[in-house]
């Protein structure tokens, strides 16, 4: 912003040393002050003051004319830049047709099955006594925690022992976690997860979701009848032995979700399939990214949307005719670990609370987001750009993504309604999500996410309209990075604070004034989200 300033400074002052340039700096100054999308607008009026000493041939002739154009194209500036700073939408709320309640355990982690083991002092991640771990997953509101990921078909990794599993559970059940367990397909052997799926049953019920077999397994066998020929003994060995055991699958990656749906029909009536995983990156291989604004465009710009769409209609309407529910155990924004500057942006909160909701809408019963201080790419481990927090001195730190989970599960306990936003004509294209969830005291939460990010972004002054529900007072959660900046990693925060290495987190609703029967009035700035939680009383 102030490089423009800078310029606008030189040639004032060496055209008009007596200082009419300096009092014109105080304009442009103030122009950038008024709103950051000001940008656009004075790069205008430099062109124009450009175009004005060129066909001067440099110093102005008549220097109250040069002061009358150039003041004209300041003053038309930050006119132009009150327009654009603010845009006016309505938000429709809807509750006469809620959805089934989402579920408790919604937001997850992923991680490969390499975190179960000890590291090579012996250590244990997942451990009953890693008070910020656990305290970090409380924090966040996770409830979900999957193990697999390449890892668990790789013979590189040792298959866990009772140890191991001991630690991991031990953990699931202090952070209040329910596990979806994988055991090795690739090279598999149907004894050894047996006993492991036998012992889990049998000490760890409570905090167990459901046993899965294998990782990804379109990526080493070409047909699903040949997936089926080595995954069924596993399945039955274990069902030999836990009766009542639950399972998901088959874990593919999002080119084989085909293989979802065949296995859905063979295995719905069985009654043993909780649901149905897939795994999904809609931004596809990390490392296609060159240039990280046009990556964090990608996660930003309604156009994703459209790629969820297109995954969407080919992959669950034959799930729902056969009521068979599904959930994505692996998903993040970009695969392969990530884009670089990018999936660890706060451009990567925005897009994670609205990937979360969007896909609540459409049905999903959850998303674990792949995550860790390394990830698998392919058959090797690369640093995790995607993570939602990673390992610090004192702690784990979290990454913007963490911010956007907790944003999600503040406002996510009870049913989806109807949230529909109508932007003013002026600002058709105003790039604002917004999602309502009607709790079980009726009381309301809707999440209002402002994507307007670059240097034409926008405030969204937004009125929204509850219907026949009548809120006797409201409290809001804003979720912001420093100066709005898309790109930041660091200087996150939610309720005006940022979670702490232990897993801490003091941040605090700020009170709303609405009267009753009436629509309510909020501001959300560029590049934020804000969580409204109306009270009925």
């Known amino acids: 912003m102030h490089t423009i300033v800078i310029f606008f400074s030189r040639i004032f002052m060496k055209i008009d040393p007596s200082g009419s340039g300096w009092r014109i700096m105080v304009a442009v100054d103030l122009a950038f002050d008024i709103h950051n999308s000001a940008l656009k607008c004075i790069e205008m009026a430099q062109l124009a003051l450009q175009a004005i000493l060129l066909r001067r041939g440099g110093l102005p002739q008549f220097l109250p004319l040069y002061d009358f154009l150039v003041v004209g194209c300041l003053f038309t500036a930050m006119t132009l830049s009150l327009v654009a700073a603010e845009a006016s939408a309505t938000v429709i709320i809807d509750s006469s047709h809620p959805s089934a309640p989402l579920a408790d355990d919604y937001a997850g982690l992923s991680y490969e ?79 050894t997860s047996a006993a492991q799926a036998k012992y889990i049953a049998d000490h760890y019920a409570d905090n167990l979701a459901c046993f899965c077999i294998g990782n990804e397994p379109d990526l080493y066998v070409h047909s699903y009848s040949g997936y089926l020929k080595i995954w069924q003994p596993i399945y039955d060995a274990i069902n030999q ?54 990556g964090r465009d990608q996660l930003l710009l ?36 990530g884009a670089v500057d990018v999936s660890d942006t706060f451009a990567s909160a925005l897009w994670g609370l609205d990937y979360l909701y969007w896909w609540a809408e459409h049905g999903s019963q959850g998303i674990n987001f792949h995550t860790g201080d390394e990830v698998a790419a392919g058959p090797v481990l690369r640093p995790c750009r995607y993570a939602s ?99 930041a990693k660091e200087g996150v925060t939610l309720g005006g604070e940022t979670i702490h290495n232990d897993g801490s987190w003091q941040g605090k609703w700020t009170d709303l004034p609405v009267k009753p029967g009436s629509p309510v009035q909020i501001k959300v700035p560029a590049c934020s989200a804000l969580l409204i939680h109306l009270i009925a009383r």
């Open 241 to 294: 032995v836990v009766p009542n055991a639950k399972f998901c699958g088959p874990s593919l990656t999002s080119n084989a979700r085909s293989w979802a749906q065949d296995f859905a029909r063979d295995y719905a009536s069985s009654g043993k399939i909780l649901y149905v995983t897939q795994h999904e990156y809609p931004g596809g291989p990390g490392g296609k990214i060159k240039d990280p604004a046009y």
């Open 113 to 191: 099955t390499e975190r179960e083991l000890p590291d090579a002092e012996g250590k244990y991640y997942f451990r009953p006594d890693n008070a910020p771990l656990t305290k970090m997953f409380q924090t966040l509101g996770l409830k979900n925690l999957r193990i697999g990921g390449n890892m668990v078909d790789s013979s590189k990794v040792a298959v866990p022992t009772q140890a191991d599993i001991d630690q991991l559970f031990g953990f699931a059940k202090a952070a209040g976690l329910r596990v979806i367990y994988s055991f090795r397909l690739k090279n598999g052997d149907a004894a």
């Open 302 to 337: 309604p156009a994703w949307y459209q790629t969820c769409q297109r995954y969407c209609d080919k992959f669950v309407p034959p799930l729902q005719a056969a009521s068979v529910p599904y959930r994505f155990d692996e998903a993040n924004n970009f695969y392969n670990g």
């Open 389 to 487: 927090f990673t390992s610090a001195p004192d702690g784990y730190f979290a990454h913007p993504l963490a911010y956007g989970i907790k944003l999600f599960t503040l406002g996510s306990h009870g049913r989806l309604v109807s949230a529909t936003v109508t932007a003013e004509t002026s600002a058709a294209d105003l790039n604002l999500a917004a999602y309502a969830v009607l709790g079980t005291d009726q009381s309301l939460y809707v999440t209002l996410i402002n994507k307007e990010h670059d240097a034409t972004a926008r405030d969204a002054s937004v009125t929204i309209q509850t219907g026949s529900a009548s809120y006797t007072s409201a409290q809001t959660m804003v979720l912001a990075s420093p100066q709005g900046d898309d790109a």
